[in-house]
């Protein structure tokens, strides 16, 4: 049994060996390794004349006038048109779908849409947030119209 072990090891070693020393060309027979140039660009990545924001965005323009936000992602260089951005800054700015639904004399009763069904709660008017503020003043003015 330890002769068969050591016949691996020596023929392993063997294999080693042979693959370290130089040919005549002095090539040791491992792969050359590949530059950081070699590899191709991300097409998403800002061009060189592209202007960084202080929200770590990038702004650029193309060749048709065109403008462009490019945002480093952890999976890489996202670029897409800027009136896709601003599209996604209304959507964050719209108002808050908190509405009241029912006055309970100290307490209203709320709602809000969610992603499994509507929210509901309870709040005593004393504690309102803003979002619960407004809501109850959107009531009173369409109860008074």
């Not at 323009?61 to 065109?66: A, N, Q, T």
């Amino acid at each position: 049994m330890t002769r068969i072990l050591l016949i691996f090891a020596v023929a392993a070693w063997t294999l080693a060996a042979v693959g370290k020393e130089p040919d005549s060309s002095g090539n040791t027979g491992k792969p050359a390794k590949s530059s950081g140039a070699a590899k191709a660009a991300d097409p998403a990545a800002p061009p060189a004349g592209a202007e960084k924001q202080p929200d770590g965005v990038w702004i650029s323009k193309d060749g048709s006038g065109k403008r462009w936000i490019h945002k480093r992602t952890p999976f890489g260089w996202a670029r897409y048109p800027e009136k896709e951005a601003e599209a996604a800054l209304a959507a964050e700015a719209s108002p808050d779908p908190t509405r009241a639904v029912a006055d309970l004399g100290d307490k209203v009763r709320f709602e809000k849409p969610g992603p499994f069904g509507t929210f509901r709660w309870e709040r005593h008017k004393s504690e309102f947030n803003a979002a619960e503020k407004a809501a109850w003043e959107r009531m009173q003015a369409a109860k008074q119209k």
